[in-house]
């Protein structure tokens, strides 16, 4: 029995025999099936290849990366804080090396995850953390390809992870996506991580928001507000999506509303 990780989403499945005959999460809409036909492989089987890469973007974030890039090529964060540190958002690969390394950092209390493009190895990764609990938001349940009781899925709007960390539900890119507000970034000014939830685009003093990125598919004007509208409350003066250059450094939330009142304009 293995776990297989889809080649082009980066996803982990429960244990089969043989290799699953269809990755839902790249059947979506949102996604794309490798036109060379779906593939899968294994951990076991990508620690030949690859290893992963540590390197902070700011005090207390930590970003981890495989390299050579794997599927998707997201890079997760670890956020530390005086109440323990939180894993935002997930990569396929994990080995000792990478454990070592995050333990050196304080390890991991809790693993939260922005939508299904990056559950990927979760429970791996739990597990090697002293089964940490996964906060899911409930509305992206059907797409987790490995339950596991360390998966913890939370309702409604927000979800106070601990006094420095909000979970806020935002919605648009999935049903569930979500972001995370540590209220200690920016030297205390207030960062947001947010997956694909929101993307910061190529003039960094702006971001978008869209259904599918790798096809390209707008979402409404109703959604677009209700992302805006859900972190609103919120202070916040950087934005992290998932890449190393994906960052507005500064003056984030300001980037959010009028990034989103350039995109209804348009749209309208
Ligand atoms: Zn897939
Ligand atoms: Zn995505």
Redesign the pocket.
């Known amino acids: 029995m293995h776990n297989y990780i889809c080649t082009t989403c980066g996803v982990q499945y429960t244990a089969t025999e043989a290799a699953p005959a269809h990755c839902p999460i790249c059947e979506d809409d ?2 794309y099936v490798n036109p060379n036909s779906q593939s899968w492989t294994t951990l076991a089987a990508m620690r030949a290849n690859y290893h992963n890469v540590l390197r902070e973007v700011e005090p207390g974030l930590i970003g981890i990366v495989t390299e050579p890039k794997f599927a ?1 090529g997201q890079r997760p964060l670890l956020v530390q804080t005086a109440h323990g540190n939180v894993l935002w958002d997930c990569i396929s690969y994990i080995d000792e090396a990478t454990i070592d390394a995050v333990n050196a950092l304080g390890g991991i209390d809790a693993i939260a995850i ?5 559950y990927d190895s979760m429970v791996e990764w739990s597990r090697a953390f002293g089964d940490a609990p996964i906060y899911l938001h409930a509305a992206n349940r059907e797409w987790v390809m490995r339950p596991d009781p360390a998966i913890v899925y939370w309702e409604d709007d927000t979800y106070a992870l601990n006094d420095e960390i909000t979970l806020v539900r935002c919605g648009g ?2 049903p569930g ?1 979500s972001v995370l507000h540590w209220s200690q970034g920016a030297g205390g000014k207030g960062v947001i991580l947010t ?2 939830t929101i993307m910061v685009v190529a003039d960094t003093r702006y971001v978008t928001f869209m259904y ?2 790798p096809n390209d598919i707008p979402l409404n004007a109703r959604a677009v507000q209700g992302i805006v509208d859900a972190i609103d409350p919120f202070a916040f003066d950087r934005v992290y999506s ?1 890449w190393w250059e994906k960052v507005v450094s500064t003056d984030g939330k300001a980037a959010v509303r009028r990034s989103a009142a350039r995109y209804i304009a348009h749209i309208r």
């Not at 922005?114 to 990056?118: C, D, E, G, T, V």
């Open positions: 949102r996604q998707i922005s939508h299904p493009h990056f890119h999935f996506s997956g694909d599918s990125y998932a």
